[in-house]
């Protein structure tokens, strides 16, 4: 069974940075792609950002375009989002998941299996 892991969220101002970390360990891990999505209090998981695992096909959601970057080694089973220019509309928990499957894209939440435990980023205004 594989385990994802997030670490990196914290408490930082507007404009301010993060560097978001998910390792995976169990099994043999083989994703087709992985991504991060996120849930404000009172509000319904989105998606953030997806990578697949072979290619260098990226998918981002319009609120964080040019701001945030997905980016992942193979090596060590991670996958990193970096935040820029952080918002407060950027608070959430941040969670990392894997999916097995192939398909066009990789925005829904449906189209993961795995997925982490979450880490807290708050971004003050």
């Known amino acids: 069974q594989v385990q994802l892991v997030e670490s990196g969220g914290g408490l930082v101002q507007a404009g301010g940075s993060l560097r978001l970390s998910c390792v995976a360990s169990?099994?043999?891990?083989?994703?087709?792609?992985m991504a991060w999505f996120r849930q404000a209090p009172g509000k319904e998981r989105e998606f953030v950002a997806a990578i697949t695992w072979r290619g260098s096909a990226t998918y981002y959601a319009d609120s964080v375009k040019g701001r945030l970057t997905i980016s992942r080694d193979n090596a060590k089973n991670t996958v990193h989002l970096q935040m820029n220019g952080l918002k407060p509309e950027d608070t959430g928990v941040y969670y990392c998941?894997?999916?097995?499957?192939?398909?066009?894209?990789?925005?829904?939440?449906?189209?993961?299996?795995?997925w982490g435990q979450g880490t807290q980023v708050t971004v003050s205004s």
């Open positions: 998941a894997a999916c097995y499957e192939y398909y066009l894209d990789y925005v829904s939440a449906r189209k993961y299996r795995d």
């Open positions: 169990g099994r043999t891990f083989s994703p087709t792609a």
